[in-house]
């Protein structure tokens, strides 16, 4: 069973605007991260939030983290051509090492 | 350093026949974690080693799903007998944990087609 949940399921932006991205999740966690997967390819790690932190930058990519809510986003600015991908939350739970994936969002990036 | 490692990339076989993908982690990697992914279910973890030690298979669907960690630098998960429906990419990823945290780092996936 799946975590997170992720939304939009995709979101189609024009080159140069921000994307925002949602995650939720269910129970308590130790830390969250975020992914990018290119059609075809492995994920590749973009970020990790710890349980204890609240926002986290790198690069153009801004993550938050609630919580109180049980919820993550992560805004990607500027957005390039080259950010079309989709983008999954990860949470690692506090009672437990396993990392479970969200659902993703499909992110499309309009020249 | 290579990254993680997977073969076959691609794999079709009939139904009823045996699989068996393979893993080599990023070396100095003490986790190692296989996941599945269909359009239908997203990412499923199937299951995770810390230190060669298997230590989640909640994930594992089926008795048909096996997997071991001889050494620390090889995963194998088999599946006998395959069905269709095990079609998907599995993934394999391998973490450097300390304080039960750290980045997953994955291999770029094995397609499996069962006829």
């Known amino acids: 069973s799946q975590q997170g949940e992720e939304d939009p399921q995709a979101l189609s932006i024009q080159e140069g605007e921000n994307a925002t991205m949602n995650c939720s999740y269910k129970t308590s966690i130790n830390n969250l991260q975020w992914y990018r997967q290119n059609s075809g390819r492995g994920l590749v790690h973009l970020i990790l939030?710890?349980?204890?932190?609240r926002e986290k930058h790198s690069g153009r990519l801004r993550v938050t983290l609630d919580t109180s809510k049980k919820s993550s986003s992560l805004l990607i600015t500027a957005s390039r051509a080259a950010d079309t991908a989709s983008y999954f939350c990860a949470t690692e739970g506090s009672s437990a090492s396993k990392i479970i994936f969200g659902s993703g969002t499909r992110l499309s990036i309009r020249p | 350093d290579a990254g993680v490692i997977q073969s076959p990339r691609h794999e079709v076989t009939e139904m009823g026949q045996e699989v068996t993908l393979r893993c080599k982690p990023i070396s100095g990697h003490n986790s190692l974690f296989w996941y599945r992914q269909t359009m239908m279910r997203g990412l499923e973890l199937l299951i995770y080693f810390n230190n060669n030690v298997p230590i989640d298979d909640s994930g594992m669907p089926e008795d048909r799903f096996s997997a071991k960690m001889p050494n620390a630098s090889f995963s194998t998960l088999k599946i006998q007998p395959s069905e269709p429906r095990d079609s998907a990419v599995y993934f394999c990823?391998?973490?450097?944990?300390?304080?039960?945290?750290?980045?997953?780092?994955f291999g770029e996936g094995s397609r499996l087609t069962v006829l």
């Open positions: 939030i710890r349980s204890n932190e």
């Open positions: 990823a391998s973490s450097l944990r300390a304080a039960n945290t750290g980045e997953l780092f």
